[in-house]
């Protein structure tokens, strides 16, 4: 759910918080490392 690697779906997911280093956020640390 959280690693379709889209752009703006990281942005939006960013925008929401979920990328602000949450313990199981090891999809979401990816993805937030895709956005740099």
């Known amino acids: ?3 379709g690697g889209s ?3 990281n942005n939006l ?3 929401m918080g979920f ?3 949450k ?3 090891r ?3 990816k993805t937030s490392d895709d956005i740099n």
């Open 27 to 29: 999809v979401l640390t």
């Open 23 to 25: 313990p199981k956020g």
């Open 13 to 15: 997911m960013n925008m």
């Open 7 to 9: 752009a703006a779906a």
């Open 1 to 3: 759910m959280y690693g």
């Open 19 to 21: 990328t602000t280093g």
